[in-house]
């Protein structure tokens, strides 16, 4: 039976610094796009995590790879393409928009839609209600406490 | 509408609790990701053979053209579970008349050659992979791995972890046989 | 001895669990009064047995007995006293005895406190909480046991993991469950109300205070992990949208619009389904949180054992608890009395709003958390992952509004808001929020613009917050003892809601700092190497062999200076634990208001000619990050602000007090 620690032990040897001096490209820039792009990529051991936080051998090897590339000349686009088109779907951090995917990507849009309409026909229900009568129920309510309280108790 | 309204909850809970039925299924495992080399040709590649073994190299053509199906064993001495698994394997090679290579991965060659003089050397070809670059081409995330390559050079089957254990055995055997690298039957 | 006595007591109640599900809530519809106030006895009777379960548990920790599966495989003789003590909820089964135990606490304090409470409605809320104790304790009792004894017992435990002895990671547990459980007894208030068929703004007012401490609590759970991943795991992160921080996070933000939904339920009579449906749905949350965490379901750092069977158990529990409540609330829910009626601008509309937010933001998380589930079961076996930046691109356009809705709610009277008025008391602000966030925008030279965006709205809330406490004050417009004698007299959860709001926005101060303007130096460093980062002067002076308790560490010395003139030294850390045969990296972070200095180091990855004898140091500067934890403990003091309203724990307010209540915009 495994439990908690068990998780943790494996995550472990992850827990240091994982970028490398000796990894990184003298061009700032591209260095930069580097880095992006690793947040970009997911740890297939430690997979939790992007290949720019994992100290896996693999993360390590896909970062060396990533700055081959963008040295090579290749796009942000091609070199996540290069590495995708080896470990597929799983590797992306942001899911690829694709027929299946697209469900994921419209829901927080259907979702926020769906909200504002709740919204509005609550507040449009409301609206109608109080132009029915002149007062409002609670208003009618209010006056109803507000005539009982102040109406003088054991007298006229 | 306000009384159908208030389903919606339910029926979105029902929904979920589908998947979440499906999800529990104990022959599922949520760690595992698909190989994306499965039915596609193995890379393009060619490896040198490991200093100081007489064993010749691995490159792409060599699994192209054989008379059956190959396996393509990803170890390296430094990995624990390939100790355990090298029998199996052997086995395999000498019971099986299966056909072995090997990508020697992040090996230093005179660890990996001491390692196959203490344990045997199954293996038809092995090339080596010193730098980890052609196991990025397989889409490894560790060692080992094992692939069953056909003989047209398709990926056929992806393994990850030793063949080690009955139930490993077991899964390995079955896709051999589906492979068509060995008859049903036939002991692995 | 001691293990089995706790086993006995778990039996003991449950055997007291299954008669308080039943007497009371049989009781409650046939009006026997005996049988109702047995609800009493049974919930201190319950509190009591699991009590002692979870004290022999400890005690088998702190002797460190080895006859005990549980203890066996969660801890070893040579872990400090405190982390032996925590060894009794580290695992799957303790996590579970702490669950239920945290169940009778708060339905014993129900019992306890809640003479205000018809006993009718308590009995049946009573009832409601024991079908989940009993849920609990049969899952325990049947397969998962923390007193299962091993034979023969081995002489040391199994786990000495470094890395979970932590002080911050102790108490993470048990401050998230009290907000998780916390949640059950909101829950139980509403199912009892929909059995009942009536909800109304007395209802309410039992429901705040309970909602207002799980909800502190689980912020304060949150908080914490946050601050231990940001201080432990080495690389500054504080949020990584993983699933089970994701399952913490939807009940709390469900568990916030309940607490607003309640307030308009409470002092409006109105949005009554949506504060049941809230309560019901919050608890829910809690409950796929535990099923996510414990079933294998998803790949996660944190996931508990990967046990299908008992992922089974947890998926019927809660089939039976969030099926029954959601169908009850189908069934029920419409048939209730609708309530006050409001204009589109007004609090009430505001608070919708807020609701509605919220929700979606919900409905994301828990989308983008189960999508890669949905994904392979429509594909067939396919995997694909859903990581931070779906999550960001999502979740943040969502929030957005909502802290400009948050900035402006309180300035709304109920039921119709003079919209002229607000808008020309929040012009100020307004402009305030702008001009600060340029002036930011100068001194920083640039940045991403949603950074910005964020910035501005952070302020904005952070301003109108003030500005309204100000106004309700009168602060600057009477003489000062004026303005303290009326903050005096404001009813305290005025305050906590200043408080609180102000601290989200102090919160988000240190989200947008740490994230827009953190700086990052990654170096092979030698004896004398110097880094230059966000204006400090770091030299790194060697490192030393070191000695702890259980570890060997080589520590690095670093000297900080800034202009010129020294600061502080920091001395990050890699340590060896032998025992447990793994390596930690214990950062070193010198913290100040304006950002925090990370350090650390580690040995190179590559051994070669070219690092040798070098170290690989990295240093991160995180700008405002301590706003995070600040703002979180702003929140968590502005609830307990709330709480400790003297009206909340009163009860119904006499007749004139409900008058005064609802005339004033409060």
């Known amino acids: 039976m495994r439990n908690i620690t068990f998780a943790f032990l494996l995550l472990l040897p992850v827990m240091a610094i994982a970028v490398e001096p000796d990894e990184m490209l003298q061009d700032p820039a591209l260095e930069q796009r580097a880095r992006e792009i690793s947040k970009e990529l997911r740890c297939v051991v430690c997979q939790n995590q992007n290949i720019d936080s994992s100290n896996a051998g693999v993360a390590r090897d896909l970062r060396i790879l990533v700055r081959e590339r963008l040295v090579a000349g290749d796009s942000d686009k091609e070199v996540i393409a290069y590495i995708h088109a080896r470990y597929g779907d799983y590797v992306l951090m942001r899911p690829p928009l694709n027929r299946a995917t697209l469900a994921l990507w419209l829901a927080p849009f259907v979702l926020a839609l769906v909200s504002l309409l709740v919204g509005w026909t609550v507040i449009s229900k409301s609206r109608r209600k109080a132009a029915i009568?002149?007062?409002s129920v609670d208003e009618e309510a209010e006056i109803a406490r507000f005539v009982e309280t102040n109406t003088p108790k054991g007298g006229s | 509408m306000g009384r159908l309204l208030a389903f919606v909850p339910l029926a979105v809970a029902a929904i979920l609790g589908g998947f979440f039925l499906w999800g529990l299924n104990p022959d599922r495992d949520p760690n595992n990701i698909p190989s994306v080399l499965i039915s596609q040709p193995a890379p393009e590649f060619d490896l040198a053979a490991v200093d100081g073994l007489e064993t010749p190299g691995?490159?792409?053509?060599?699994?192209?053209?054989?008379?059956?199906?190959?396996?393509?064993?990803?170890?390296a001495s430094w990995c624990v579970p390939c100790r355990a698994e090298h029998g199996v394997l052997t086995q395999m090679v000498e019971k099986?008349?299966?056909?072995?290579?090997?990508?020697?991965?992040?090996?230093?060659?005179?660890?990996?050659?001491?390692?196959?003089?203490?344990?045997?050397?199954?293996?038809?070809?092995?090339?080596?992979?010193?730098?980890?670059?052609?196991?990025?081409?397989?889409?490894?995330?560790?060692?080992?791995?094992?692939?069953?390559?056909?003989?047209?050079?398709?990926?056929?089957?992806?393994?990850?972890?030793?063949?080690?254990?009955?139930?490993?055995?077991?899964?390995?055997?079955?896709?051999?046989?589906?492979?068509?690298?060995?008859?049903?039957?036939?002991?692995? | 001895m001691t293990p089995e006595i706790g086993h006995f007591a778990l039996a003991l109640a449950l055997a007291l669990a299954l008669v308080q599900s039943v007497l009371p809530i049989i009781g409650a519809g046939r009006g026997n009064i005996l049988w109702m106030q047995s609800a009493r006895w049974s919930s201190f009777g319950q509190f009591f047995f699991v009590g002692i379960a979870f004290l022999a548990l400890m005690q088998a920790f702190i002797t460190s007995d080895f006859t005990v599966k549980n203890v066996v495989e969660n801890s070893n003789s040579l872990k400090p006293l405190l982390f032996k003590v925590a060894g009794t909820w580290g695992s799957h089964e303790g996590s579970l005895l702490l669950w239920t135990l945290i169940l009778t606490v708060f339905g014993a304090a129900v019992a306890l406190f809640g003479s205000n409470i018809p006993l009718s409605l308590k009995a049946r809320t009573l009832s409601v909480q024991a079908w989940i104790s009993v849920g609990f304790l049969t899952f325990m009792l049947l397969t998962s046991n923390p007193f299962d004894r091993v034979f023969p017992p081995p002489g040391d435990g199994q786990d000495l993991n470094p890395l979970l002895q932590d002080v911050g990671l102790a108490m993470h547990p048990p401050l998230l469950y009290f907000g998780y459980v916390g949640f059950s007894i909101v829950f139980s208030f509403a199912v009892a109300a929909l059995i009942e068929g009536r909800v109304d703004a007395a209802w309410a007012r039992w429901v705040r205070p309970w909602t207002l401490a799980a909800w502190m609590s689980l912020t304060a759970g949150i908080a914490l992990g946050s601050w231990w991943a940001y201080y432990e795991l080495g690389w500054g992160g504080w949020w990584f949208?993983?699933?089970?921080?994701?399952?913490?996070?939807?009940?709390?933000?469900?568990?916030?619009?309940?607490?607003?939904?309640?307030?308009?339920?409470?002092?409006?009579?109105?949005?009554?389904?949506?504060?049941?449906?809230?309560?019901?749905?919050?608890?829910?949350?809690?409950?796929?949180?535990?099923?996510?965490?414990?079933?294998?379901?998803?790949?996660?750092?944190?996931?508990?054992?990967?046990?299908?069977?008992?992922?089974?158990?947890?998926?019927?529990?809660?089939?039976?608890?969030?099926?029954?409540?959601?169908?009850?609330?189908?069934?029920?829910?419409?048939t209730m009395e609708p309530g006050g009626l409001f204009k589109p601008i007004s609090r009430e509309a505001g608070l919708l709003v807020n609701n509605l937010l919220l929700a979606t933001a919900t409905g994301i998380v828990l989308f983008g958390t189960l999508y890669p589930l949905f994904y392979e079961a429509a594909t067939g076996g396919e995997k694909l992952s859903v990581g931070p930046p779906f999550f960001n691109a999502s979740f943040i356009p969502v929030m957005l509004p909502l802290v400009f809705a948050m900035g402006m709610g309180p300035y709304l009277s109920w039921k119709r808001a003079d919209l002229a008025g607000v808008l020309q008391r929040l012009r100020?602000?307004?402009?305030?929020?702008?001009?600060?966030?340029?002036?930011?925008?100068?001194?920083?030279?640039?940045?991403?613009?949603?950074?910005?965006?964020?910035?501005?709205?952070?302020?904005?809330?952070?301003?109108?917050?003030?500005?309204?406490?100000?106004?309700?004050?009168?602060?600057?417009?009477?003489?000062?003892?004026?303005?303290?004698?009326?903050?005096?007299?404001?009813p305290r959860s005025s305050h906590g809601m200043t408080l609180a709001h102000a601290g989200?926005?102090?919160?988000?101060?240190?989200?947008?700092?740490?994230?827009?303007?953190?700086?990052?130096?990654i170096v092979f460093v030698r004896p004398g190497t110097e880094i230059n980062i966000a204006g400090f002067d770091v030299t790194f002076e060697g490192a030393e062999r070191a000695r702890g308790p259980n570890y060997f560490a080589d520590r690095g010395k670093l000297r900080v200076d800034r202009g010129g003139m020294y600061v502080t030294d920091l001395f990050p850390e890699r340590r060896t634990y032998p025992v447990a045969q793994t390596t930690t990296t214990e950062s070193a972070i010198r913290s100040t208001l304006a950002g925090d200095l990370y350090a650390s180091i580690a040995n190179p990855a590559a051994e070669d000619e070219r690092t040798q004898g070098s170290w690989t140091?990295?240093?991160?500067?995180?700008?405002?990050?301590?706003?995070?934890?600040?703002?979180?403990?702003?929140?968590?003091?502005?609830?307990?602000?709330?709480?400790?309203?003297?009206?909340?724990?009163?009860?119904?307010?006499?007749?004139?007090?409900?008058?005064?209540?609802?005339?004033?915009?409060?």
């Open chain 3, 504 to 521: 989200l926005a102090m919160a988000m101060f240190g989200f947008i700092g740490s994230t827009v303007w953190k700086s990052e130096e």
């Open chain 3, 241 to 334: 949208w993983d699933p089970v921080e994701n399952v913490s996070f939807m009940p709390w933000l469900m568990g916030t619009a309940l607490l607003h939904s309640a307030i308009v339920t409470e002092k409006r009579d109105a949005f009554k389904s949506w504060t049941i449906l809230l309560a019901i749905l919050t608890f829910s949350l809690s409950l796929l949180g535990t099923f996510i965490v414990r079933s294998g379901l998803l790949t996660s750092v944190h996931a508990f054992a990967v046990d299908p069977e008992r992922g089974l158990y947890i998926l019927g529990l809660l089939a039976v608890s969030i099926g029954g409540s959601l169908a009850l609330f189908a069934w029920r829910a419409p």
């Open chain 2, 58 to 75: 691995l490159s792409r053509a060599d699994l192209v053209g054989n008379p059956g199906p190959v396996i393509v064993n990803v170890f």
């Open chain 3, 617 to 666: 140091l990295r240093i991160l500067y995180e700008p405002l990050v301590n706003f995070i934890w600040i703002g979180s403990a702003m929140l968590v003091l502005g609830g307990s602000l709330s709480l400790s309203d003297r009206r909340l724990r009163i009860g119904a307010p006499s007749r004139k007090a409900t008058t005064l209540v609802a005339l004033s915009a409060e």
């Open chain 3, 428 to 490: 100020f602000v307004a402009v305030l929020a702008v001009l600060a966030t340029l002036v930011i925008w100068y001194l920083a030279e640039g940045g991403p613009v949603l950074g910005y965006l964020s910035l501005m709205l952070a302020f904005w809330l952070f301003f109108a917050t003030l500005r309204e406490w100000a106004m309700r004050i009168k602060l600057f417009e009477v003489p000062f003892p004026e303005s303290l004698r009326r903050a005096h007299n404001l």
């Open chain 2, 96 to 188: 099986d008349g299966l056909t072995l290579f090997g990508i020697n991965y992040k090996d230093k060659p005179e660890d990996a050659t001491k390692w196959l003089a203490e344990l045997g050397n199954p293996y038809e070809r092995i090339g080596s992979d010193l730098s980890g670059r052609e196991g990025i081409e397989w889409g490894l995330s560790g060692v080992p791995e094992t692939f069953i390559v056909g003989s047209d050079g398709t990926v056929l089957f992806r393994y990850v972890g030793p063949v080690v254990g009955d139930a490993a055995i077991s899964t390995f055997t079955e896709a051999l046989v589906q492979a068509g690298a060995l008859i049903r039957g036939q002991n692995g």
């Open chain 1, 133 to 135: 009568s002149g007062f």
